[in-house]
């Protein structure tokens, strides 16, 4: 598996003796965009928050382009190229929607001037241009996942981490999100990993899935085969009722 | 800032700037008070108001920054432009160590406070029993009458309502030229979310370590100017709870994280703080400044809990609107 963008060896999170993901192995290889999925508790965001600095795997190691990232600090691993969003989202909320992309841009640029003509291309991409002086706090829920989405873009990462960027929008808000990121990805040729619960964005977005349940890996594949895993089936997907 | 606002601000420099000559000597110390408090909110604002870690604690650094140059100056007759660097080094020692042991610890909040409360508390029993500093029976400046002295900072009022006016305007650009910078945005980002701050590449450790070492430096030349423009320092008034509050009052009256609210705070309570003063002296009614003060912070968190500034500069046509 070398030459993959991100690869997790082995890796593993142990809370005080709960154990929470074990030897959890899988690899994003560069430009793809794979999809990580289980039930709620399965340890989804506890893996990303290993890939993206904020917990130290108890095991295993996670590797950026060959690089070990797993071990760094959130900062340190933003400096290495993970970009990420917060399930739960986390705008600067006392700070205008440019402001809050501004400051992303930083992480590259010196120079402010320079960051906000950044952060307003980006807002442009992602149609939060029009409000870009708003502040924060005063966004709706798809624009603050948006906001999410374009702060981490504004680092310029090599691998983008999206936790649940689809759940709470309308479906034509999901297809929205769904076209911007296939365009993000065919034109920048970003790596998106990326954990969801709505199948729709999944099916459509990812070349490869992988599953975990219980902290532990039980399928990967393709969106395809994975709708026809029994284990998936069983614990995740559900059975359709027998006709 | 608006064109209107560019206007006020001349103005104002022009009458701050001639006011030795059209005020008389007690009109003059009370506006050298409010130039005071307005340079010391601003430096504490830099903590609270920028990068959003409160301390309660900023009369360890004032304190620090005024016995050491005056020490200095007593003792070895070093004088206060040359102890001002030893006075600076102490207070950013000082606020290392509060900012280390806090930030390297992830001390948030009210515990963090705290902390910057028992390190002013400590500070100020070590001085109480420390011989070069005088103890608790204080250390005193030698006055002396009817000199001008800028190298030793020995003269009258004029002489240092230039300096602190000088401090204050100093500072406020200081401050507007942080916030424009790359560490300024980052302690904006901390101080609304440190965690998304440090997804996004913000080094939040060593910002919160700047953000300390720097409001703790700015506070510790305020401290020195206080000790020569009183001539004296007592460990119960320089490292005094009440005196690091006061610190806070202003920006937090004024407008936390604005440039402009710690100096509109400071003119509304020391103003109106001098009056209440002179009130309580006249009708034998002692507090009543304490009230006021007390009065003024409740309506300010009621009403305007962004702080006075905000609210005025929209209504006086001084922001500049966004295209």
């Known amino acids: 598996m070398s030459g993959a963008r991100l690869e997790l060896a082995g890796i593993g999170k142990t809370f005080r003796g709960l154990r929470a993901v074990h030897d959890v192995s899988f690899a994003v290889p560069a430009g793809a965009i794979h999809a990580?999925?289980?039930?709620?508790?399965?340890?989804?965001?506890?893996?990303?928050?290993?890939i993206a600095g904020v917990f130290t795997p108890t095991a295993g190691t996670v590797t950026l382009d060959g690089r070990t990232i797993s071990?760094?600090?959130?900062?340190?691993?933003?400096?290495?190229?993970?970009?990420?969003?917060?399930?739960?989202?986390?705008?600067?909320?006392g700070l205008s929607v440019l402001e809050n992309i501004t400051i992303g841009a930083l992480h590259r640029r010196a120079k402010l001037a320079d960051a906000r003509d950044a952060a307003e291309s980006i807002l442009k991409r992602l149609g939060l241009h029009d409000?870009?002086?708003?502040?924060?706090?005063?966004?709706?829920?798809?624009?603050?996942?948006?906001?999410?989405?374009?702060?981490?873009?504004?680092?310029?990462?090599?691998?983008?981490?999206?936790?649940?960027?689809?759940?709470g929008l309308r479906p034509t808000e999901v297809d929205v999100m769904v076209a911007f990121l296939r365009e993000l990805n065919a034109e920048t040729g970003l790596t998106i990993l990326l954990i969801e619960h709505v199948m729709r964005a999944v099916m459509a977005l990812a070349a490869d899935v992988t599953v975990v349940s219980y902290g532990e890996k039980i399928a990967e594949g393709t969106p395809a085969e994975i709708s026809r895993n029994q284990a998936v089936l069983d614990v995740y997907l559900g059975h359709e009722e027998p006709a | 800032m608006s064109r209107r606002a560019i206007v006020t601000l001349a103005v104002l420099a022009v009458l701050l700037l001639a006011a030795p000559k059209l005020l008389g000597g007690y009109a003059l110390s009370v506006l050298i008070l409010v130039l005071y408090f307005a340079y010391v909110g601003q430096a504490w604002n830099i903590m609270m108001g920028f990068a959003g870690q409160l301390s309660l604690g900023h009369a360890l650094y004032a304190g620090l920054g005024g016995y050491i140059a005056a020490g200095l100056y007593t003792h070895y007759g070093i004088g206060p432009w040359a102890g001002v660097f030893a006075a600076v080094a102490a207070a950013v020692a000082a606020g290392s160590i509060v900012g280390y042991l806090g930030f390297r610890f992830s001390l948030a909040g009210v515990y963090f406070a705290l902390l910057t409360i028992a390190f002013a508390e400590f500070t100020r029993i070590g001085f109480d029993n420390w011989p070069w500093a005088g103890g608790s029976g204080g250390m005193f400046l030698k006055v002396e009458r009817n000199v001008s002295d800028l190298a030793n900072l020995r003269g009258g009022s004029e002489m240092f309502y230039y300096l602190i006016l000088a401090m204050a305007a100093g500072i406020l650009v200081l401050c507007r030229w942080l916030l424009e910078s790359r560490l300024g945005r980052y302690w904006l980002a901390i101080r609304e979310d440190a965690e998304a701050a440090q997804a996004v590449g913000v080094p939040v450790f060593r910002c919160k370590m700047a953000a300390v070492t720097i409001s703790a430096a700015l506070t510790a030349?305020?401290?020195?100017?206080?000790?020569?423009?009183?001539?004296?320092?007592?460990?119960?008034?320089?490292?005094?709870?009440?005196?690091?509050i006061e610190i806070t009052l202003s920006p937090i009256i004024g407008g936390l994280?604005?440039?402009?609210?710690?100096?509109?705070?400071?003119?509304?309570?020391?103003?109106?703080?001098?009056i209440f003063t002179s009130a309580s002296d006249q009708f034998h009614l002692p507090g009543l400044k304490q009230i006021f003060y007390g009065l003024a912070l409740m309506l300010i968190v009621m009403y305007r809990p962004a702080g006075i500034w905000p609210w005025l500069a929209r209504h006086l046509g001084f922001e500049e609107r966004p295209k």
């Open chain 2, 221 to 244: 030349l305020a401290g020195v100017w206080n000790a020569f423009y009183y001539n004296n320092l007592f460990p119960e008034t320089a490292f005094a709870m009440g005196r690091s």
């Open chain 1, 36 to 50: 990580l999925i289980g039930p709620n508790g399965a340890g989804k965001t506890t893996i990303f928050n290993m």
């Open chain 1, 71 to 93: 071990g760094l600090r959130p900062d340190q691993a933003c400096d290495a190229g993970v970009g990420r969003t917060f399930q739960i989202v986390k705008p600067f909320k």
């Open chain 2, 257 to 274: 994280g604005t440039l402009f609210g710690p100096i509109v705070g400071a003119v509304v309570l020391t103003g109106l703080g001098e």
């Open chain 1, 131 to 167: 409000r870009r002086h708003q502040l924060a706090e005063n966004l709706t829920l798809p624009d603050r996942k948006r906001l999410e989405v374009a702060r981490a873009l504004a680092t310029e990462p090599k691998l983008l981490l999206l936790d649940e960027v689809m759940a």
